[in-house]
């Protein structure tokens, strides 16, 4: 019913920026809270940034002050504005959202397939 596509990952060399964008379509009928979450391998999947509809924004420790989650209500889309980025940042980087559809009294929630971010010189 409902897809999200990531873009923008790739390399950086340490302290550059990199921007990630996400895009939910299907039956949407809205959408509660959008986030990102990254994994590196051999770890867990963790939170990073996660923007509630109306709320202000939350992040993880490790990259406040360094990155700026943001979203666009009418396209239903999310980005992630990464600068000064760390070699401890690689990952494999989701879009999530929790999303109301209209065949569904409760909100169901949705990955994207991920996107690889490398910073490394």
């Known amino acids: 019913q409902v897809q999200l596509v990531e873009s923008g990952g790739g390399s950086v060399q340490p302290g550059g920026s990199l921007r990630l964008s996400c895009a939910a379509s299907?039956?949407?009928?809205?959408?509660?809270?959008m986030a990102w979450y990254r994994q590196a391998p051999g770890q867990a999947r963790y939170l990073v940034a996660r923007l509630p509809t109306g709320t202000s924004p939350i992040y993880a420790d490790s990259v406040k002050g360094r990155f700026t989650i943001s979203r666009d209500n009418a396209k239903n889309e999310v980005s992630l504005q990464m600068n000064s980025l760390e070699p401890e940042d690689t990952a494999l980087y989701y879009c999530h959202a929790t999303i109301r559809v209209p065949t569904d009294t409760l909100p169901v929630g949705a990955w994207g397939q991920g996107t690889q971010v490398t910073v490394s010189s």
């Open positions: 299907g039956r949407i009928v809205s959408i509660d809270d």
